[in-house]
Each structure stands twice: as structure tokens, then as C-alpha cells.
Nanobody, 125 residues
Framework: QVQLVESGGGSVQAGGSLRLSCAASGYTSSSGCMSWFRQAPGKEREGVATMDSNGKTSYADSAKGRFTLSKDNAKNTLYLQMNSLEPEDTAMYYC???????????????????WGQGTQVTVSS
């Protein structure tokens, strides 16, 4: 059984930083894609960053230059380091995974089979 558990959310002022964690059980990053999505109130869920089974990362335009993905294989945990946070980054952040070693990742939500419960990020101006 696959479980994804997010943590690390919180409230920060604009310009601040947070590091989100996604601890996986029953799934390893080499199995396919692991990604972060976010959903702000009244908006659709959107992709933020993704890592494929080879460790290659891709970022949404809104995240480029500010957010960085990394992983700790020993802990089976994916991290999202978020710097220079803006009020527009306020959202519930979700970790998601889809199987398929070597497959294209992207941010097509229905392709992701496994989801965490989310962690809230609030950025005040």
C-alpha cells in the first residue's frame, strides 16, 4: 500500500522560505514520477515541480529559480525547498506519485495514482 505523507508547511512572510517533505512508503522514487502540486482556494490544482525516476527535475514557470526539488533515498523522502516566497504561493501543497520507470512526468493530474493529504502554506505580505 502506497502512502505519501507531507509535512513542513506553515505561515511565513513574503520573502521567506519553507521546506516541504514528502515521506513515501510502499513507493520509491525510482519507480516513476514524484511531484508537487498546489491548490489555492477557488483555483484548480496545478503542478509545481516534478522528479522523474532518473532524478531529473522540472518546474512550473512560477517555481523556476525559487523552488528546488531534492530527495533522500535512504529516507525515501522528497523535498521541496521554497525560497523567496510570495503571497501568490499560498495554497495547499500536495505530493503525488505515478508509476512508470523512465516515463514522462508532467503535471497531468489524472495520471497520478497516489496522493498525500496535503500541507498548507500561507505567505503573508
Amino acid at each position: 500500500q502506497v502512502q505519501l505523507v507531507e509535512s513542513g508547511g506553515g505561515s511565513v512572510q513574503a520573502g521567506g522560505s519553507l521546506r516541504l517533505s514528502c515521506a513515501a512508503s510502499g513507493y520509491t522514487s525510482s519507480s516513476g514520477c514524484m511531484s508537487w502540486f498546489r491548490q489555492a482556494p477557488g483555483k484548480e490544482r496545478e503542478g509545481v515541480a516534478t522528479m522523474d525516476s532518473n532524478g531529473k527535475t522540472s518546474y512550473a514557470d512560477s517555481a523556476k529559480g525559487r523552488f528546488t526539488l531534492s530527495k533522500d533515498n535512504a529516507k525515501n523522502t522528497l523535498y521541496l525547498q521554497m525560497n523567496s516566497l510570495e503571497p501568490e504561493d499560498t495554497a495547499m501543497y500536495y505530493c503525488a506519485a505515478k508509476e512508470g520507470r523512465g516515463s514522462w512526468c508532467g503535471f497531468v493530474r489524472y495520471l497520478y495514482r497516489f496522493w498525500g493529504q496535503g500541507t498548507q502554506v500561507t505567505v503573508s505580505s
